[in-house]
């Protein structure tokens, strides 16, 4: 990867813009900081700008409660303060603003975890026994939302043995569940996870709801994706490098969506 | 008939609580919660509380180091970017409280059915996860209309409620300001789901100025027990366009809770050792928190 000109953040902001749908929706947290915030905030929100600006889709991103804010006037702070005087198209209760999602309109949520399974289960709870967990983490927050409702959801997460889990300690967000149709018998609406982005490489869901690599990052080998996760690890049939960003999309991000690195570089305070 | 004035002290607001009671706090993240009155709970050694709310921080952790709490019902607790709630995680690897497991939705719901006088509201959210058996008050039942299975979220009927607005009148009328964050809509839930109603505000104003702008009225009078001035009473979490976080301090109470130790070193100086909410204030000092304040409208 040493001959890379571009980062990391931008090669995931590039290959999540290329996904995201005309007329879509997604929700951005804003709960986060350091290489956390890059992941759950940065990447998802240059790569929605990148997506108007370079494939001319229209795309609503809900920042909380804020919606379509204008990205060239980002407050370098997020406290209230500032996210209060944040231009932007409107800024609604809570409470409604989650009920995008248990409405069906949600058509996309970011998320991530401490744990994954290779059903795209999620754990932000705790590692060990709930009773007595060797570590406790911070709980469900809305992200059990997100899985269960939104159209799909985009997990972006680092990888390894730790993190790519083969059974979670908790399982405080539903992706494949337990088994092939499992959402469908639940009765939940949302489609579940439908890729999972991380260090090394970008993941797909099979028909079975089984996780597999749809495409290795620049320099990683499978050996170095199996090495890194703790279930058995399934390949596409099509593997293929991820692709690499192209001029344009670098320019349009370094000048002109994120020239200050407030989002990749997490220069936000 | 005259009507009463509801205005309290902050400790006679305070003792409304009892030991064992289920107490629900206002606020979200390190936004707007009550923590005048967090740190008096401490101050007079409730115990055995089981605390409620739909997303928390320095308020809950707070209230579990300092010995106050059995039960802990939300769907987070963490200090921002800062990291882990160290007290929560203490306390929760040792075994020593009990953690009932919600995601945001369903943590409102339980108030929201409340507030709304329903003693349940449905869900999909935890369906097909562990939350179920980490929460008794989601249990499945079968829709009658289409047969579909749902969780039904149980309506919470806390003891008390505790929420930091802006301003109320004598009387009880509790409004925000009309430049506010909305993701402490919920408060006004929490308040009308409890059977005693504590607001602590930044300021008691006269009842023209409450008249002069109904709207902003999140709760009327009947729907609160008792109003205590408390300025600066959310620090140092940030009160929307009034006041900022005050990341020195957060910092700082971050920092002491990385050991016990450090932790009952912090709580004497700025709780147990101080005598109530201004001696607070006098030693955060008039500095730091002017500081933090902001002008009133934050206009670009």
């Known amino acids: ?269 | 008939m005259t009507q009463p004035t509801k205005v309290r002290s902050l400790a006679e607001a305070v003792r409304l609580i009892s030991d064992g009671d289920v107490v629900a706090f206002g606020g979200h993240t390190a936004r707007r919660h009550p923590m005048a009155a967090v740190r008096e709970i401490v101050r007079q050694g409730k115990r055995r509380l089981h605390v409620a709310g739909w997303n928390n921080g320095i308020d809950m952790d707070l209230l579990i180091g300092g010995g106050c709490v059995a039960t802990v019902e939300t769907s987070y607790i963490g200090i921002g970017s800062l990291g882990l709630a160290r007290n929560y995680r203490r306390a929760a690897e040792a075994g020593a409280i009990r953690i009932i497991e919600h995601s945001e939705t369903t943590a409102m719901d339980r108030f929201r059915a409340a507030s709304m006088g329903l003693p349940l509201l449905p869900t999909k959210t935890g369906l097909g996860t562990d939350l179920p058996r980490y929460n008794p008050h989601l249990k499945p039942f079968t829709d009658p209309f289409t047969g579909e299975t749902w969780l039904a979220v149980e309506a919470i009927r806390p003891d008390v409620a505790i929420i930091h607005a802006h301003t109320a009148d004598e009387k009880g009328n509790v409004q925000l300001d009309p430049q506010r964050w909305h993701d402490n809509s919920p408060d006004a839930m929490i308040a009308r789901s409890a059977k005693t109603v504590i607001v602590t505000v930044e300021q008691i104003v006269s009842e023209d100025a409450v008249m002069a702008r109904p709207i902003d009225t999140i709760l009327p009078r009947s729907d609160v027990t008792c109003v205590a001035e408390a300025p600066y009473g959310a620090h140092p979490c940030c009160c929307d366009a009034r006041y900022d976080y005050d990341m020195e301090h957060l910092r700082r109470y971050y920092e002491a809770t990385a050991t016990v130790e450090g932790f009952a070193d912090w709580l004497a100086e700025f709780v147990t050792g101080l005598e109530d909410h201004l001696a607070y204030l006098d030693k955060i000092g008039a500095r730091s928190l002017m500081g933090i304040s902001m002008k009133r409208t934050v206009r670009p």
């Open chain 1, 1 to 269: 990867m040493s001959t890379r000109d571009y980062s990391l953040a931008e090669l995931l902001t590039v290959c999540v813009a290329r996904e995201l749908e005309d007329g879509g929706q997604g929700f951005i947290g804003l709960g986060t900081g350091g290489r956390a915030f890059i992941m759950a905030v940065g990447v998802p929100s240059v790569a929605a700008e990148l997506a108007r600006r370079y494939r001319g889709i229209d795309f609503i991103t809900q920042y909380g409660c804020t919606f379509e804010p204008d990205l060239k006037k980002t407050p370098s702070n997020f406290a209230d303060p500032y996210l209060l005087a944040w231009p932007s198209k409107a800024q609604v209760r809570v409470e409604e603003c989650l009920e995008y999602f248990r409405r069906g309109r949600m058509t996309v949520g970011f998320t991530s975890g401490a744990q994954i399974d290779a059903r795209g289960n999620l754990n932000t709870v705790c590692i060990g026994p709930h009773e007595k967990p060797k570590v406790r983490l911070v709980g469900p927050i809305a992200q059990s939302d997100h899985c269960t409702y939104a159209k799909y959801t985009y997990v972006l997460m680092t990888q390894d043995r730790r993190t790519f889990v083969p059974k979670l300690d908790f399982r405080s967000a539903l992706g494949h569940g337990d088994a092939p149709g499992d959402r469908k018998r639940l009765g939940v609406a949302g489609g579940g996870p439908r890729k999972v982005f991380t260090d090394l490489a970008i993941w797909e869901f099979d028909d079975d709801g089984f996780m597999r690599v749809e495409s290795l990052h620049p320099a990683v080998t499978m050996e170095a994706v199996t090495a890194s996760v703790g279930f058995p690890v399934r390949f596409a049939e099509q593997l293929v490098e991820t692709p690499a960003p192209n001029p344009e999309e670098l320019r349009l991000i370094r000048n002109e969506i994120d020239p200050d690195g407030l989002f990749l570089e997490a220069r936000i305070a």
